[in-house]
């Protein structure tokens, strides 16, 4: 059985930082895609961070770039999500996902990944 647990959410303050991170158990997580995704309330989840299997590839949604860091160990079987700078709109629940199916991953699209977290909620006040 599959399982990622998110943890690290939290309240904090407009240009605080927050650490995120997501234990993964069920896959052979050092052949699975990683990746974060967010949904604000009144909006769909979107795409935030990935990193492939070896974790040399990272990929960010433009509004993230220079603030967000997504990393892996694979030896704990952990994806980390590094907040920096966090902004009001940053808030939202943050999922955890895996991509199993490594051949040609399209990072960005929720369809590409097999499982999700429960989510942690991040809320950044101004």
């Known amino acids: 059985q599959v399982q990622l647990v998110e943890s690290g959410g939290g309240l904090v303050q407009a240009g605080d930082s927050l650490t995120l991170s997501c234990a993964a158990s069920g896959v052979t997580f050092s052949s699975t895609n990683m990746g974060w995704f967010r949904q604000a309330p009144g909006k769909e989840r979107a795409f935030v961070a990935a990193?492939?299997?070896?974790?040399?590839?990272?990929y960010y949604t433009d509004s993230v770039k220079g603030r967000f860091t997504i990393s892996r160990d694979n030896a704990k079987n952990t994806v980390y999500l590094q907040m920096n700078m966090l902004k009001p709109e940053d808030t939202a629940v943050y999922y955890c996902a895996a991509d199993v199916d490594t051949y040609r991953p399209n990072y960005y699209s929720r369809a590409e990944y097999d499982y999700w977290g429960q989510g942690t909620q991040v809320t950044v006040s101004s």
């Open positions: 990193i492939n299997w070896r974790g040399i590839n990272t």
